[in-house]
C-alpha cells in the first residue's frame, strides 16, 4: 500500500503482481516507434489542448519537491475551516480560531461561504493564494510567502485531509510517488531551544534532549493518524470501483527544518529531522524551508550548512536524504555578496543529494566546474517553473534549466507549493515544453530520474545513466512477460526498483496507447 508497510506485505503484493502479470502479453517496448511519438509530440507543442491532455497522461515518475501546506487549494482550506467553526478575520484575511466577532469584522469562515454574493469568497482565494496577486499591489514574491499565515489555522487537525488530497491530485495525473515535506513537531522543539541553557549554550554537546525525544514519539503519532484519516477518505481498501485514484501513489515525507528562526531553534530541528529519520521508515530524509532571501536564513546559512555536516556525522546511520533549497536567490533579491555560493556549499559542507531551485548558479565563481561536479557525482536539481516565474521573476530563457540539462546534471520538474500557485505537476511539464523546448525524450528521462534520485529505500532498477538495467533484471521487460525470478527476487528487496519497474511498465502502455491514436488519426 501506500505507507510503510512490513517487508514480508510487500513482497507478498509484488510476487501476487508477477505471478497475475504471467498470462498478460503486452507488445514491448522495442515495438513501439518512437520516432512517431517524438514526432508527434513536437506537433502538438503549439496546441494546449493536445498538450494538456498528453502530458496528463504521460506517466511521471515523481514529485519530489512540494510541501504539505502549500500543495492545498484555497478551496479546500475554507471548506474545512468552515466545518471547524473557525473564523475569518476580513482585514487581514486570515483565517482565525474562534470565538468569532462579526462586529469586529471576524465572522465565521460558514457565514463567508453562504454568502451569496460571493465578495468575501474570491477575496478569500485571492488572499490564500496567488490568484490575482497583481491587484492586490504586492509582489509575487511577498504574496506567495504572506499565504502561509493567512491558512495556518485552517490546516491544524486537517493534515490526512491534505495528504488525501495531494494523493488524489497525484492520481489524476499518473504521478506514482510524492516526497512530501512537513513540519510535524518542529515549532515546539524550536520554541523549546531557547528556553533551555543546554541547547542553547551547549549547542551539540548534548542532542538526547528530552523535549526532541518526546516530540519523535508525537510526530509518529501524528503520522498514524495521517494514515488513518486517509483510509476514511481514499477508501483504498475497497473495491477498485471504490477506491480513490490516490491510492496508487506511494508517499514519503521529508522532515522541514524552519530555517529563519533563532540559530539554537533550527539545530534543534535539525536534532529532531534526524532522530525522526533513524525512527520512522515513511520519513525518508530532511529540507530547510522558509525564504532562502530572508535576513536570518542569509545571515546563519554557512552555519547550517555546518550543523548538517556535523550532525550527518554524528549520528552513525545519518541519511542519505537530504534535499536543500539553495541557490532561490536572483540580483536585486539579496545583496551581491549571497549569490553565488549556496549550491556550492550546500553539496560540499551539508553533502546535499538534491538541490532544490538552483536559480543563481550563473554567479558562481567557477560555475562550469560545479556543473561537472554535479554532473559526476549526480546531484539532481529539483526545478519548479511557476513559482520561480512568480517569486523571482526568473521564467523562459533566464532559467537555468536548460543549462543544467545540457551539461548532464539530472534534473526532475515539481510543484513546490501547487496549491499556492494554482497548477498541477502537468503544468510544469507543458511550461518545460513550450517554454524552454524541450523533447519527449528528455521527459521520460526526467520522469524516470526523479524515481532513481527519490529518497525511496533499496537498490536503483538501472546501474548507470543510460538506463541500463541491473543484471538481475536486464533480461526481463517492463510491459511484457512478467520478470525472471532472479529480478523478482531483486525487485522485493527494493521499494525503489518495484516503483521504477511500474513507472516503465505504465511508459509502455501510455506509448502503445499513444501510437494506436497516432496511427487511427485520434
Known sequence: ?????????????????????????????????????????????????????????????????????????????????????????LQTLTIISPPC?????????????????????????????????????????????????????????????????????????????????QSLGMLNVAFNATQNADLEKLFGSRVDHAVIDAAVAEVIESLDRIEQRQEVLLKCEQEQAVRSPGCDVTVRFLAQVIRNLPIESVYAQLVLAFKLIQADPRIVGLNLVAPEDHRVSLRDYRRHMDFISELGARYPNSPSGIALHAGELTLGLVATDHLGWHIRAAINVAGAKRIGHGIDIAFDADMPALLAQMASEQVLVE?????????????????????????????????????????????????????????YAQFKKMSRDALTYSFLPGASLYANKSNEKVKSCRSSEPGGMAPTKLCREFLANSAKARLQWELARRLVSFENLMRDRIRDGR
Open 101 to 181: 466577532n462579526e462586529l469586529q469584522q471576524q465572522p465565521p469562515v460558514a457565514a463567508v461561504l453562504s454568502d451569496s454574493s460571493d465578495i468575501n469568497y474570491k477575496a478569500m482565494v485571492d488572499a490564500l493564494s496567488m490568484r490575482n496577486y497583481e491587484a492586490r499591489s504586492v509582489s509575487g514574491h511577498d504574496q506567495f510567502f504572506a499565504t502561509f499565515d493567512r491558512f495556518r489555522e485552517a490546516a491544524k487537525g486537517r493534515y490526512g485531509d491534505m495528504v488525501a488530497e495531494v494523493r488524489v491530485r497525484a492520481g489524476r495525473q499518473n504521478i506514482l510517488y510524492l516526497e512530501v515535506m
Open 383 to 439: 526545478i519548479n517553473l511557476t513559482s520561480n516565474a512568480s517569486i523571482l521573476g526568473i521564467s523562459g530563457a533566464e532559467h537555468p534549466l536548460n543549462t543544467y540539462i545540457e551539461n548532464q546534471v539530472p534534473v526532475a520538474l515539481s510543484t513546490d507549493d501547487e496549491g499556492v500557485s494554482r497548477i498541477d505537476l502537468t503544468h510544469e511539464y507543458q511550461l518545460a515544453a513550450t517554454s524552454h523546448d524541450l523533447s
Open 1 to 89: 500500500m501506500i505507507f510503510y508497510r512490513s517487508e514480508t506485505v510487500r513482497r507478498r503484493m509484488f510476487s501476487a503482481y508477477c505471478a497475475a502479470s504471467l498470462v498478460l502479453l503486452s507488445i514491448s517496448t522495442a515495438q513501439i516507434k518512437a520516432d512517431d511519438l517524438s514526432q508527434y509530440f513536437e506537433s502538438i507543442k503549439g496546441n494546449p489542448t493536445e498538450l494538456r491532455q498528453f502530458l496528463q497522461r504521460f506517466p511521471k515518475g515523481a514529485d519530489l519537491h512540494t510541501h504539505l501546506s502549500g500543495a492545498v487549494y484555497a478551496e479546500s482550506f475554507l471548506e474545512w475551516a468552515a466545518s471547524d467553526g473557525k473564523c475569518v478575520d
